[in-house]
């Protein structure tokens, strides 16, 4: 038996039946079990449950059904404000009473004063869940200036595991790699990538995203090794303020000219900003507190003082 090694791509989740998916679905929009309950109560083991409640498939389907239901809330709320208008106007109409009516009135244009919206009729929890679902890791294409190709691998290294893990490090790695349009980027597994992400793992999960190009030499006399780079100052995973610099080089093979990272070299922010000061206490520094300093001293190469010169010298 053949042991499977780290690299290898991790086997695939089991598949649950179309008709117990419709089952989990029901349960899972009711909002009436926790998920160890739900796949407690089918014979199913969690981790299989969560892999299934986890993939783009079912959480598509499930920000369909919650958007469903919002629109039918929605529709609901009309309907209730046309009968509410229709009943104070009728009141307007019918009534002898002039407060009555007058309050009909005020009821009845309250709408049309109001400042702020109405609020929303979708709860925080349906927020959180409607993610959207992003396409797969894309590549470099000749529509995409530098600092575009630098702020879409950023952002998909923003959201790494969308819509399959290390999505991210993919996209990445395909606008590291890229050859032209007609030789195709390898696939990796995501165990591959991870294995030679190395320091762009500080990039994943970032957050706080800014995009400054520094240089962007496509003139005549940098013809044809047109380059680039581009500043991206952001938050790590942790918090943290990173700077990196993203190194660009465009390939030129015709219609499928397109930008490639060649590099990415991380800034030391603290070390870039050194406060002005700290070159004056470096002289200071430098200064030996032991060195005679008297102005009357002869081996001073200044001027004399004047009280050195005496009527005779004359």
Not at 96 to 122: C, F, G, N, Q
């Amino acid at each position: 038996m053949v042991a499977r090694t780290a690299t290898s791509p991790p086997p695939p989740a089991p598949a649950i039946p179309l008709a117990l998916e419709d089952t989990l679905l029901t349960l899972v929009l009711a909002g009436d079990l926790d998920s160890c309950a739900i796949a407690k109560a089918h014979d199913l083991p969690l981790t299989v449950f969560l892999d299934w409640l986890g993939s783009p498939l079912t959480r598509s389907r499930i920000a369909a059904a919650l958007e469903a239901e919002e629109s039918a809330l929605h529709r609901r709320h009309l309907a209730a404000k046309k009968k509410a208008i229709a009943e104070l106007e009728t009141a307007i109409a019918t009534s002898k009473d002039p407060v009555e009516r007058r309050r009909a009135a005020t009821s009845l244009m309250r709408p049309i004063h109001r400042r702020t919206p109405l609020p929303s009729l979708r709860p925080l929890a349906v927020e959180s869940t409607r993610r959207r679902i992003l396409g797969p890791p894309p590549e470099p294409d000749s529509s995409l200036d530098s600092c575009d190709a630098v702020r879409i691998c950023l952002e998909r290294l923003a959201d790494n595991d969308n819509p399959a893990p290390e999505s991210g490090l993919s996209t990445l790695h395909n606008f590291m790699t890229y050859k032209g349009p007609v030789e195709r980027n390898r696939t990796k597994p995501a165990s591959e990538l991870l294995a030679e992400a190395g320091e762009r793992l500080r990039l994943v999960n970032c957050s706080g995203i800014v995009i400054r190009t520094e240089e962007y030499n496509v003139s005549r006399e940098h013809f044809p090794r047109y380059s680039a780079v581009e500043r991206a100052h952001l938050n790590d995973r942790d918090g943290n303020r990173l700077v990196a610099d993203f190194h660009l080089e465009l390939v030129c093979l015709g219609a499928g000219s397109a930008w490639r990272i060649k590099r990415i070299e991380y800034i030391d922010e603290e070390a870039d900003n050194k406060p002005e000061t700290d070159e004056a206490d470096d002289l200071a520094d430098e200064t030996d507190p032991d060195e005679d300093t008297d102005p009357d001293d002869d081996s001073d190469d200044g001027p004399p003082s004047t009280s050195a010169l005496s009527p005779d010298s004359s």
